[in-house]
């Protein structure tokens, strides 16, 4: 499977037109930066975690974005239960599982949400995704330790025992699910001393899938979109924090020809 | 009823001056920005929200603004017990019904604030003002999709009932209360797609009433401020991300030269 | 006691070298800023604030950084836990008392904090030192109101007291022990426009003290680096928000040069 700038641009002129409400419980470090990524691309995120309202809100949604960033019991709580309803009306669910394999209830909790409320994309680094499985691997905080070929094999079972895509990333995104597999080589190594930039990558997953029925083909574009506007912010920037500011400016700004002159896509 | 670009300046010099306290009890995704956007204006933002504290802090502080973008139980019965005591001390409130609407739990909230506690000022979006009074409308999230025309006779009644002004943000704002309108026809579209200056504008009106003691007048100030800020970064900017940042320095640098070009206020 | 150019540089490489894992119990104002500012200083930042993870997040952090600028009784009971558990494994602690003095609420946790649970370092403006021991000193909001010159006193009986070393920080910052005093001119007044910065020193302590093992010699760098990244930032900058932005950068980029022309400490 391929996926063309073609496509990819078809999906943005979508976001850009529906503006699809992106309902996002995620943590409080990139609550900020994940709204203005969605922002950017076109979409409309709402932030709800209240266990009296998540329902009603993934009901105006066309993605939930759930993110274990930072977790607590009454968050867990409102994660399944938006999960149950998102499922129950058919919309999309992307899960980021931050930070599991660094401590156990970050693991129990991606798992167990994994188990009852099987996502649509997990997108997650390699340790993460690892730890999803193995209770043998251990994550550095949030950071990426483990490489990223060692966690395709995992990544493959955990598509194939839960019927969803998942997404390691890293300096080369596998997309992955049974029976395929695409790598993403676009984006910029400064891009990882700017925090949350994973979940925002699992932001616009969200935004992505609202439109592309097709999460693997959904999960691939985000993640070329992520690349190519991190690239290009990358490239312009002076140091991390001009980097934030103008990858939001090349999203907003991303044209057809961005990604048709900079995608690197191998299958 | 008019305001001058003199009179918003003297504001603005008085906020440098004072640097009044201004209290929010806002939400988790635009805490920083409007921390930022206080700061660069000249005033002293503090955020607390534990009920243990939130009494005392209002009593140093010379306006509260109440946000219910991230709403949970706890900061629903802190934001009664802080407008509370800021109706006691005397002190304004400023109220942002984010997301009224979208779901009950928000609509219930902001109308049982407004109810129990009735604030100087509310400022939202066209949905949002109509959530407050008509069960009919409909929010989609966060975003306006009642025209603003519409919500004006909404307000004014609002205004009548609870003896507050009302801002209905969008392309125009409109401040409403039941005798008079002033609309300010400031800002740049690009504005919308960086998250929380609507949130930001509530929390400007914060800085205004604390040293002007007209709520209207404050408020007519505020979101003259916010437009005028707002385009001039947009102008400038090559996309939501600089907008956001060239923001904070055109509300740091803002000069009664800047007000006086650019103003454009109708009765 | 003086640092050198020289010195300061070395911990830099050796934070760039061993990106050291430091946990954060912060307020969610700041969140963002201090972990960008942690990554671009070279630093692994966590956040984790769950009574059910702190401890093992601890386990893998090499320092644990607490900041009560946004309280709530159980973000407290986790910094005991998280303070209990560094103190067990031989992490230093920095804390940040964020508006104590302002409420009975915040100057309680400080002191409850630092009697139970002594840090390596507090950090904080003349009037939350103050407000650690003196009853009668008062904050507005979290500004300084007070003089630096009277909090030494308080810092030197603090430090005396509880073995720790005291930061009083402003236009000149003092580094306190019982024995000694440091003066680092460094900084812009600019700065005290931006959201955070102060939280985004005691971060850079955590970073600091995780490599290197005085923390009187890790406070006095790492304040020296964020003043020095602040003047150049805010020389370059046209308000607040590029500051921020361009702090980022300078902290990234911050080369032994920058810091020979620029240091400048007194003893």
């Not at 979409?43 to 009901?59: C, I």
């Not at 970050?106 to 994309?121: F, G, M, N, Q, Y």
């Amino acid at each position: 499977m391929k996926i063309t700038a073609t496509e990819i641009f078809k999906s943005i002129e979508l976001i850009r037109c529906q503006s699809p409400v992106v309902h996002n419980i995620t943590n409080y470090v990139v609550m900020n930066n994940t709204a203005n990524a969605l922002l950017a691309i076109g979409a409309s995120p709402v932030m709800a975690h209240a266990e009296e309202e998540v329902e009603e809100m993934v009901n105006i949604a066309s993605a939930l974005v759930i993110n274990i960033g930072t977790l607590s019991e009454y968050w867990i709580n409102s994660m399944f239960k938006a999960a149950r309803q998102a499922r129950k009306k058919g919309i999309p669910v992307i899960l980021d599982p931050v930070g599991a394999g660094a401590t156990a209830y970050r693991t129990k909790t991606a798992r167990d949400l994994i188990h009852s409320e099987p996502p649509a994309v997990i997108r997650g680094n390699a340790s993460e995704i690892m730890a999803l499985y193995d209770d043998k691997s251990k994550t550095k905080g949030v950071d990426s330790a483990a490489s990223s070929e060692a966690a395709i094999d995992m990544a493959r079972r955990l598509s194939e025992t839960h019927h969803c895509v998942v997404c390691v990333s890293g300096p080369t995104d596998y997309i992955v699910d049974k029976e395929k597999i695409l790598k993403i080589k676009n984006g910029h190594p400064m891009m990882s001393r700017v925090t949350g930039l994973g979940c925002t990558a699992s932001a616009l997953c969200g935004a992505f899938a609202a439109v592309e029925r097709q999460p693997f083909a959904a999960t691939a574009e985000a993640m070329a979109v992520m690349g190519i506007a991190g690239e290009m912010a990358a490239e312009a920037a002076s140091g991390p924090g001009s980097l934030q500011t103008y990858f939001l400016d090349d999203l907003y700004r991303l044209s057809e020809d961005d990604i048709h002159r900079r995608l690197k896509v191998e299958d």
